[in-house]
């Protein structure tokens, strides 16, 4: 495949990146003039990512995200192994405490939750698979930030000051570096109405011996249930099931 193909190749698929919450359909003529390229090459992108179930038909010429990508996250989970082997644990933390419980990722710079097992009184998430969560605010994005290296995590510092300072994080870097290296020390962290004014969630992380960090696992409820739980015996639980898992994963 030549370069010329390569770079066509990944404008097209740059047409999935164009679809977000805050705007779920296009028509071809935006799609063109967004990626600044001809007419009929725009329309040669969509025509091609319709045929392949990536873009479908709506309503009044517009397109949305197809049905195959419903069919690929399905194979998705498949295979992911954190889920192969996360799901029983996460199954009798819920048995245990009658709470939600959530896995969640980190892809990029984008923390998602992967999958939830819903408790006796299951929570109002406003968040769930699929959907970005702010990288920092709540359990999860925390202690999976905690893992990073100095320089890892100096980088997300360096390109989200203004994300920071609107989370309310130290804005010096060495003041921010310390501020997670207590959460990587303490192995948990506990957001009490941090993202969600109702909600309360306990998360430890999901990291190997070589240090590879996997992503999260949370317990997630009301915070008026959580201010009557034995938090240090709520803390055994998690940590443990975290580390339980990540062993069993190669």
């Not at 190749?9 to 990626?35: C, H, K, N, P, Y």
């Not at 009929?40 to 990536?54: E, F, I, N, S, W």
């Not at 710079?109 to 009184?121: C, I, M, N, P």
């Not at 202690?143 to 989200?160: E, G, R, W, Y």
Request: glycine share 6%.
């Amino acid at each position: 495949m030549t370069d010329k193909s390569l770079s066509s190749l990944g404008r097209m698929l740059s047409v999935l990146d164009l679809f977000s919450e805050q705007q779920l359909t296009w028509t071809a003529e935006a799609i063109t003039e967004a990626l600044q390229v001809s007419l009929p090459t725009g329309y040669r992108y969509v025509k091609m990512l319709v045929d392949a179930g990536l873009l479908q038909r709506a309503a009044d010429s517009h397109y949305t995200l197809g049905a195959r990508i419903v069919v690929l996250d399905h194979y998705i989970r498949m295979a992911d192994p954190v889920l192969q082997h996360a799901t029983p644990f996460m199954a009798e933390l819920v048995d245990h405490t009658g709470f939600d419980c959530v896995i969640s990722g980190l892809y990029g710079q984008q923390v998602l939750d992967t999958h939830r097992e819903f408790g006796k009184a299951p929570a109002m998430l406003s968040y769930g698979r699929g959907r970005p969560r702010p990288l920092f605010y709540g359990a999860a994005p925390k202690v999976i930030l905690s893992c990073f290296t100095p320089a890892q995590l100096h980088k997300v510092f360096d390109q989200n000051t203004s994300d920071i300072a609107r989370a309310g994080l130290p804005a010096d870097w060495n003041a921010f570096r310390k501020y997670y290296s207590v959460i990587r020390k303490a192995g948990h962290y506990f957001s009490n109405g941090e993202l969600e004014p109702n909600l309360a969630a306990l998360a430890a992380p999901l990291q190997k011996a070589d240090g590879t960090i996997l992503g999260a696992i949370s317990l997630v409820t009301t915070v008026q249930r959580m201010a009557v739980m034995d938090m240090p015996r709520l803390t055994q639980l998690i940590t443990r099931a975290a580390q339980e898992i990540t062993t069993r994963i190669p």
